[in-house]
């Protein structure tokens, strides 16, 4: 018998997409491990409460061991009231045509209102991962609005990105992915982000034989993981869901019980300064998780090569941050 008392579960977004691929593999206990009860709260907008009604339903018949509770809201306050974790999913997505920049505005004050419930109602142990894009400026946008809350418990997904380039490289190399470790995505979860394999290890070969192919590295590898996003859309028609809520679990899982050893992933999480990265901005950097808190893998050398790319999508992030307003 499971003694464990249950941790609360907030996702925003409960009826889309991304929502419906997250929820059912969390009921599971993919993301807080095989012995970790749960209780779902499904937040969504009044319009999208029937489909989160029927997702609810569905968790119901998946008779999940672990899970404990669902319940479908309307109201953040109530939502993310006592809650240890909140995936903030929920947001406009960007369909063909639209511009990253498009978004920002449509989306901030959705942020904006969530990271002051959080800040006025969560546990006090409250850890979030903001999904919706522009995701980082969101997340920016939210812990900016929850003073109460250390600011490295805001984070945002580029674990889809950092996969991505594990993929990308094991097809590159004919390695499995597991002997692919030690990649870094920095910067925005945008086209601008910077895939780094100078670090990585493939196997017995480093990262950086692999990138002196630069003919491939500029126009194969660092292109297809940066606009991998918009490669699905115009494929699928819409922005990427089960591979975007793979990531998003594989992120808490990481963040809660720990990073491989010997390997980091990437997360995007305020700046405290680091690899010239202005503070505050967030940003994502090598990690490794360590008692349940991201640490920022310090001391690697960035070539000049890598310098240029991370300092590009430092630039886009700071332009995001100057059109949104913060307290
Ligand atoms: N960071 C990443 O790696 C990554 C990857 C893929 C998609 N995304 C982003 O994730 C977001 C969600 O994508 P999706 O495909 O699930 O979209 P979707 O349109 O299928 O679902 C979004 C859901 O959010 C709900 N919603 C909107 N505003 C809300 C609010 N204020 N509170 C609660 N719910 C709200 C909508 O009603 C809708 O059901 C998009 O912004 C998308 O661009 C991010
Ligand atoms: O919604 C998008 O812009 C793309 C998405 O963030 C992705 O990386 O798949």
């Excluded at 709260?41 to 672990?66: H, K, N, W, Y």
């Excluded at 959705?110 to 919706?132: H, L, P, T």
Aim: glycine content about 8%.
């Amino acid at each position: 018998m499971n003694r464990r008392m249950p941790v609360t579960v907030t996702v925003t977004g409960a009826a889309g997409s991304i929502g419906y691929a997250s929820v059912f593999r969390i009921a599971a206990g993919a993301m807080l491990g095989h012995d970790q009860p749960v209780g779902l709260r499904l937040l969504e907008l009044p319009q999208a409460i029937p489909g989160a009604v029927g997702t609810a339903m569905e968790l119901d018949d998946g008779a999940f061991p672990l899970l404990t509770s669902v319940d479908v809201l309307d109201d953040p306050r109530k939502a993310f009231d006592g809650a240890s974790f909140g995936l903030l999913i929920g947001a406009r997505p960007r369909t063909k045509g639209m511009e990253r920049a498009d978004l920002l505005a449509a989306n901030s004050d959705i942020f904006a209102a969530q990271g002051s419930v959080i800040n006025d109602v969560a546990a006090d142990d409250i850890r979030v991962i903001v999904v919706g894009n522009p995701a980082n400026t969101n997340a920016a946008v939210a812990a900016a609005h929850a003073p109460e809350v250390p600011a490295d418990r805001f984070t945002a997904l580029t674990r889809l990105d950092h996969n991505r380039a594990i993929a990308q490289l094991a097809r590159r190399t004919g390695a499995s992915v597991t002997e692919i470790s030690r990649v870094t995505v920095w910067g925005n979860h945008s086209a601008t982000q910077y895939p780094d394999i100078f670090h990585a290890r493939v196997g017995d070969r480093s990262g950086s034989d692999i990138a002196a192919d630069r003919d491939w590295l500029v126009d194969d590898f660092i292109p297809t993981v940066a606009r991998r996003g918009t490669a699905i859309i115009e494929a699928r028609g819409s922005s990427s869901a089960a591979s975007a809520a793979n990531a998003t679990i594989d992120h808490v899982h990481d963040w809660v019980l720990g990073t491989r050893p010997d390997d980091w992933t990437s997360v995007a999480l305020p700046s405290p300064g680091v690899y010239g990265i202005p503070e505050g901005l967030v940003c994502s950097f090598p990690v490794r998780s360590v008692d349940g808190g991201w640490q920022i893998v310090e001391g690697l050398d960035i070539n000049d090569f890598s310098r240029a790319r991370i300092d590009a999508s430092v630039a886009e992030l700071q332009s995001e941050r100057e059109a949104v307003r913060t307290p």
